[in-house]
């Protein structure tokens, strides 16, 4: 299969197919009957089934626009796509956990917008420095917001099997000390074991655009040395293993099982954090341009001779510059310029 063939209209089709089961829905509840039966069956799968292909192919055609574009997901189009895709996501992992919800009905309508919008928004990408300026507040702001939901959902966690501990055992609650109710902790955990997975994404994601931006034209540079990247996969791997685990192991939604996997996925964030020290000065900086390893005769380029006692400067395999202002008029210093190894090098 050709994937550099998909287009817009791909991912837009098959996302106002999705919207039209969704309002099949509107049958079931206004006519009920047999054929309310026989739509309800397949109407969940297939709409499931065209809101994953929609959004592959959205997902392929953001690749393929950054892959070719000297400043990747940078224009008002690429941003409306990106939006757009992020909604779709959304609804996706809403009907997945919430099926009766009928989210459907008021997301697809907004994520079609969104793509239409960009076909009429300009594609023309901004600034290198803007993007760039952007990307990189996007791709912070999301990882601290990030750390900061993963550091909620461990100290629910911890709160939570203290508090489970206590009540097993029947012990009396510290004086001065109130925690939370267990339902509560469960609560707060699994929302912030599934906001950690969307900020952590967007923060990765964001990262490797930026990426492409600072260091996309250098050959010999791969984004999989950085240990920073490494680690931040590493956590991103597990908070998606921990939701798809909860998703098909029911008994993991609930109880203490959910507390472990906060207090896991903090450990993850911990390593990260880690990396980030060590190597944070170095992470995802581009290696010193030309103009930044210092101008033409720098100090280690430059070698000082003398000229019948005047004091000039020899930038080597460049040019021989004189000190002063004054022109060379003497035979000697014309003699010198034409061929500087008759220079006495010094120091």
């Known amino acids: ?62 690749s393929l626009q950054a892959s070719k574009a000297a400043t990747p997901l940078s224009s008002p189009a690429d941003w409306c796509l990106i939006a757009g895709a992020v909604l779709a996501a959304i609804y996706l992992a809403m009907s997945l956990t919430h099926s009766r919800w009928a989210v459907g009905l008021f997301l697809l309508p907004i994520v079609l917008a969104l793509v239409g919008l960009s076909q009429t928004a300009s594609s023309e990408p901004f600034a290198p420095e803007r993007a760039s300026r952007f990307w990189g507040m996007t791709h912070g702001w999301l990882l601290v917001a990030a750390a900061a939901s993963v550091s909620v959902g461990f100290v629910a966690g911890l709160m939570y099997l203290l508090q489970s501990w206590r009540l097993r055992r029947r012990l009396p609650a510290s004086e001065g000390i109130t925690l939370p109710s267990l339902e509560w902790l469960e609560g707060a955990s699994s929302r912030s074991l599934a906001l950690s997975v969307w900020l952590t994404a967007g923060g990765f994601l964001s990262g490797l655009v930026l990426s492409r931006l600072n260091r996309g034209a250098e050959v010999d540079y791969l984004l999989w040395t950085d240990p920073v990247v490494i680690t931040s996969a590493a956590l991103l791997g597990w908070l998606l293993a921990a939701v798809v685990f909860r998703w098909v192991y029911p008994p993991a939604r609930t109880g203490r099982k959910v507390a472990y996997l906060t207090v896991t996925a903090f ?34 380029d430059r070698q000082e001779v003398r000229f019948d006692g005047e004091p000039a400067t020899l930038v080597v395999g460049v040019t021989l510059v004189p000190t002063s202002h004054r022109r060379l008029t003497s035979p000697a210093h014309r003699s010198l310029v034409n061929n500087p190894h008759r220079g006495t090098a010094r120091g």
């Open 267 to 300: 450990g993850f964030m911990a390593i990260t954090l880690v990396s980030l020290v060590f190597w944070g000065p170095t992470h995802g900086m581009a290696p010193p341009s030309a103009g930044n390893r210092g101008d033409v005769g720098s100090a280690r």
């Open 1 to 62: 299969m050709d994937l550099s063939r998909i287009t817009v209209l791909c991912f837009a089709a098959s996302y106002a197919v999705a919207l039209g089961l969704e309002a099949l829905a509107l049958v079931r509840r206004r006519g009920g009957g047999q054929l309310s039966a026989t739509l309800s069956g397949g109407r969940r799968w297939g709409t499931l089934g065209f809101t994953v292909a929609g959004l592959f192919a959205h997902f392929v055609y953001l």
